[in-house]
């Protein structure tokens, strides 16, 4: 086989297993309430509190608690927190449309060399 041949292969092996990785179901804590650490009360986990709990998070707050630290916050720092949640991309897609265009580039630099 030629080695442009396995090299696209094997980038279409990688994209395909991202994809596949990124459509599995993420972990999500086994109980469905948790106990305010502020003000103790019972609430249900939503997905701040999930993400939370992904980075090993052990305190959780209700969102009553959570807007009230959030007011508490300078402008700088409540902006910060408030774009973190829908900047959370990663940048997976470009980085999967660069991995693509490398085998044509590939392709290209060996047919006019």
């Known amino acids: 086989m030629a080695p442009e041949l396995i090299f696209g292969m094997?980038?279409?092996?990688?994209?395909?297993?991202?994809?596949?990785?990124?459509l599995?179901?993420?972990?999500?804590?086994?109980?469905k309430f948790f106990k305010c650490s502020r003000c103790n009360a019972l609430s249900r986990h939503n997905?701040?509190?999930?993400?939370?709990w992904r980075n090993n998070k052990t305190k959780f707050f209700c969102q009553?608690?959570?807007?009230?630290?959030?007011q508490?916050?300078?402008?700088?720092e409540r902006e910060q927190f408030s774009l973190r949640g829908s900047a959370s991309g990663s940048g997976c897609l470009g980085a999967l449309v660069l991995w693509s265009l490398?085998?044509?580039?590939?392709?290209?630099?060996?047919a006019y060399a």
Request: charged share 20%; aromatic share 4%.
């Open 24 to 31: 599995l179901p993420k972990r999500r804590p086994a109980e």
């Open 72 to 76: 508490s916050r300078p402008p700088q």
């Open 64 to 70: 009553a608690c959570h807007a009230k630290w959030l």
């Open 47 to 52: 997905d701040r509190t999930i993400e939370a």
């Open 10 to 22: 094997t980038i279409a092996a990688v994209a395909v297993l991202a994809v596949v990785i990124k």
């Open 102 to 110: 490398l085998p044509l580039g590939s392709l290209l630099v060996w």
